[in-house]
């Protein structure tokens, strides 16, 4: 069956980085865009990047740019996230889900605590 | 604040139908498929509807979706006590070159 499984969360300082990671399986990686959302404690969604299947094409949100990347691996079947010069504001489940707009499935979630 | 505006609550009692709207643009809604995406208390949210008004196999016919302009709408009919959830509906942006999501819309089962 389809699965997306994140990995990479924890607690980091403000300033600091974390790369979260999604090992997809189930699915032929390489026909599919994928996405990372993250949704903070008590809120809504908010997407945050999407990659091509083969990598040439990102997009990502204007609350992340210059800080977060999205990569993949496609041998590995995984997408990464590198998150830099994070902020308090950036705490947040973050989930990777399969597809740029029809975002189906999704994994279960990392959380991301950046606290002092 | 949310670019696709959607109610924060709505409820209903069992076996009701009730609608959840979502509001959006030219850039959004206007121009690209709407998605419908439901969150049960601490799970990851799944797809309930795509392209507007398709449901994704394993999901109850009680559950469909529209759109007409700039707006869409999710209606649940037969309404049961495990439906209630948060759900969000999403789009692409043209503007922003990205996907934006409604606020969401807590439905409460009385």
Same mark, same amino acid.
């Given at each position: 069956?389809?699965?997306?499984?994140?990995?990479?969360?924890g607690?980091?300082?403000?300033g600091?980085?974390?790369?979260?990671?999604?090992?997809a399986?189930?699915?032929?990686?390489?026909?599919?865009?994928?996405?990372?959302?993250?949704?903070?404690?008590?809120?809504?969604?908010?997407?945050?990047? /999407?990659?091509?299947?083969s &990598? *040439?094409?990102?997009? %990502?949100?204007?609350?992340v740019?210059?800080r977060?990347?999205? =990569?993949?691996?496609?041998?590995?079947?995984?997408?990464?996230l590198?998150?830099?010069?994070?902020?308090?504001?950036?705490?947040?489940? /973050?989930?990777?889900?399969? &597809? *740029?707009?029809?975002? %189906?499935?999704?994994?279960?979630?990392?959380?991301?605590?950046? =606290?002092? | 604040q949310?670019?696709?505006t959607?109610?924060?609550?709505?409820?209903?009692?069992p076996?009701?139908?009730?609608?959840?709207?979502?509001?959006?643009?030219?850039?959004?809604?206007?121009?690209?498929?709407?998605?419908?995406?439901?969150?049960?208390p601490g799970?990851?949210?799944k797809?309930?509807?795509y392209?507007?008004?398709?449901?994704p196999?394993?999901?109850?016919?009680?559950?469909s979706?529209?759109?007409?302009?700039?707006?869409?709408?999710?209606?649940?009919?037969?309404?049961?006590?495990?439906?209630?959830?948060?759900?969000?509906?999403s789009?692409?942006?043209?503007?922003?070159?990205?996907?934006?999501?409604?606020?969401?819309?807590?439905?409460?089962?009385?």
């Open positions: 069956q389809v699965q997306l499984v994140e990995s990479g969360g607690l980091v300082k403000p600091g980085s974390l790369r979260l990671s999604c090992a399986s189930g699915f032929t990686f390489t026909d599919y865009y994928m996405s990372w959302i993250r949704q903070a404690p008590g809120k809504g969604l908010e997407w945050v990047a /999407y990659i091509s299947p &990598g *040439g094409i990102i997009y %990502d949100a204007d609350s740019k210059g977060f990347s999205i =990569s993949r691996d496609n041998a590995k079947k995984t997408v990464y590198q998150m830099n010069s994070l902020r308090v504001d950036d705490t947040a489940v /973050y989930y990777c889900a399969r &597809g *740029g707009d029809w975002l %189906d499935p999704w994994g279960q979630g990392a959380l991301v605590t950046v =606290s002092s | 949310s670019v696709l959607q109610p924060p609550s709505a409820s209903g009692t076996g009701q139908r009730v609608t959840i709207s979502c509001a959006g643009s030219s850039s959004n809604i206007g121009g690209n498929f709407v998605y419908w995406y439901q969150q049960l799970t990851a949210p797809v309930l509807i392209k507007n008004n398709q449901r196999s394993g999901v109850p016919d009680r559950f979706g529209s759109k007409s302009g700039t707006s869409a709408s999710l209606a649940i009919s037969g309404l049961r006590s495990e439906d209630e959830a948060d759900y969000y509906c789009a692409w942006d043209d503007s922003l070159s990205g996907v934006v999501f409604g606020g969401g819309t807590k439905l409460t089962v009385l």
